[in-house]
């Protein structure tokens, strides 16, 4: 069965060609699917046979609705979407002054095994193809009945690590036939796989890499971070600069700040020096509870220290505003507590 949604628009053409219909026929169907519909027998303008002939040889994905949650404090809305297996992802929708965001799952679990993230502890069960990736923007969007303007590939799993079927979404999402969201509203989060940030780099995308960094040094970031003994900190270090020198854009980095791991002036003095005359920016994120870490996030006081001397020393960064924090949006956490509840639909809670 072919995945039609993760077409391109040339791909699809040729498909619809090759078998016998007008190729105009693509558009058709092009449209409907950046529409969202679920089957082909939504796709009203198509003759019979050509909507007969998709029902038995190519498939849409969706994510369906499974749980739906709504912050009291600022609007956030954190889904639970059910896949055509039956395999489910998080997708959280943040509203901002500019419009609204969406945080996407690129994986159903991860591999990497971070020690303070709710989605490692649930395991790795398969990369999302192009179209699972969309289908989270599209059901988002469709739900809430309003415009994502930007998107961040931040929510469960490893982007880089489903290198090919990201870069497909990326081409998709940003097509003019697509969705057209813009590469430079979007962020890819990477955990630092280094050989893929070369390999993006040639791309040349004007996305905005984000790197999950957590520590200023190895033996840190070797006790929270599995990735870090096969890349350590000073190659991921150089492929960020050499990312920024090859394409131009910026870097940012995320911080979680975990009270008393990796918050101490002598941290911040560290990560100054590791990004010392680096072209970047630093997001501060005091760390999530999760359910069985021993992890707590830092306190006010020694977030503001620690933003003081990084600041001092030149590097640019902001502690980051924490949205839908009664929701748990972080994703993660509601894919395992469903999991655990044996899958039951406990429907939207507001």
Not at 39 to 51: A, G, I, Q, R
Not at 279 to 286: A, S, T, W
Request: proline content about 2%; hydrophobic content about 35%.
């Amino acid at each position: 069965m072919i995945d039609i949604k993760s077409l391109y628009f040339s791909e699809l053409e040729s498909f619809i060609s090759e078998n016998g219909f007008e190729r105009f026929r693509a558009k058709q169907i092009s449209s409907w699917l950046n529409k969202g519909v679920k089957t082909f027998y939504d796709m009203k303008n198509l003759p019979k046979n050509l909507v007969d002939f998709l029902e038995t040889s190519c498939y849409i994905s969706v994510a369906n609705i499974e749980k739906k949650l709504i912050s009291r404090y600022d609007e956030t809305v954190k889904y639970l979407f059910r896949l055509n297996d039956g395999e489910f992802v998080e997708t959280v929708v943040m509203k901002y002054r500019h419009g609204y965001s969406i945080c996407v799952s690129t994986q159903v679990g991860c591999k990497m095994g971070c020690t303070f993230c709710a989605t490692g502890k649930s395991g790795f069960s398969r990369n999302l193809s192009a179209s699972e990736i969309l289908a989270q923007i599209e059901s988002a969007s469709q739900d809430l009945k309003v415009r994502i303007s930007n998107v961040v590939l931040m929510g469960m799993g490893e982007p880089l690590d489903n290198f090919d079927n990201v870069v497909r979404f990326l081409k998709l999402v940003s097509a003019d036939d697509g969705l057209n969201i813009g590469m430079r509203h979007i962020t890819l989060s990477t955990c630092g796989i280094v050989p893929k940030i070369y390999e993006l780099a040639k791309y040349n995308f004007a996305i905005t890499l984000s790197v999950s960094l957590h520590a200023p040094d190895n033996e840190t970031r070797n006790k929270t971070m599995p990735v870090n003994k096969r890349y350590p900190i000073e190659q991921l270090i150089k492929a960020c600069r050499d990312y920024f020198n090859s394409t131009g854009r910026r870097v940012s980095f995320e911080y979680a700040m975990i009270d008393g791991v990796n918050d101490s002036d002598e941290c911040a003095k560290r990560l100054s020096s590791l990004l010392n005359g680096m072209n970047c920016h630093v997001n501060l994120i005091p760390v999530n509870s999760v359910k069985g870490s021993v992890y707590k996030k830092s306190r006010i006081e020694r977030q503001k220290a620690f933003i003081n001397i990084l600041n001092k020393n030149s590097v640019t960064a902001t502690v980051r505003r924490t949205l839908g924090s009664d929701i748990n949006a972080s994703c993660g956490q509601l894919k395992r507590n469903h999991t655990q509840e044996g899958g039951k639909q406990l429907g939207n809670i507001q």
